[in-house]
């Protein structure tokens, strides 16, 4: 088993109107909106078995991850791009992987993997709903 963690940095969103780093000063007078660090927690967990022979090879795992505060990029209500926080979600699956290796020259493969993804929290206007599939996911 495996438990992980990660994140993404927080940041300022410069590509907003009005904004140009280069004028001297603007940046202080500017309201350049922020976005948070998002969170992810990763718990995984499988096994794997091969042959006393080394013909047959089994991997087998399943994860559940736990994301919050996601990042994303986003249009606003004026049409322009933007890095937003739009809210948390969890994903979980399976995937499998199975050789057999009837001599040195040959090899036969297989893969299968399943998931599932849901929204758990929306923040903002991002269009997205709780329950959804999260975006982007296979």
């Known amino acids: 088993g495996q438990l992980s963690k990660g994140y ?3 940041g300022i969103d410069i590509a907003r109107p009005g904004f140009d780093p ?3 000063g603007q940046s202080d007078e500017v309201n350049l909106p922020n976005f948070a660090s998002d969170k992810l927690v990763n718990y995984e967990i499988g096994f794997k078995y091969t ?3 080394d013909i047959y090879f089994l991997n087998v795992a399943g ?3 736990d994301w919050r505060n996601i990042q994303s ?3 606003s209500s004026d049409n322009l791009p933007e890095f937003d926080n ?4 969890y994903i979980y699956g399976v995937e499998a992987e199975a050789l057999y290796r009837p001599n040195k020259q040959h090899e ?3 893969n299968i993997a399943w998931n599932n993804s849901k929204i758990t929290n929306v923040f903002n206007q991002s269009g997205a709903q709780v329950g959804q599939r999260l975006p982007g996911a296979p």
């Open 8 to 10: 993404r940095l927080v």
């Open 86 to 89: 739009v809210g948390d979600a």
């Open 73 to 75: 990029f986003q249009y």
């Open 51 to 53: 042959s006393p022979n």
């Open 108 to 110: 036969i493969i297989a």
């Open 22 to 24: 280069l004028l001297s």
């Open 63 to 65: 994860f559940y991850a």
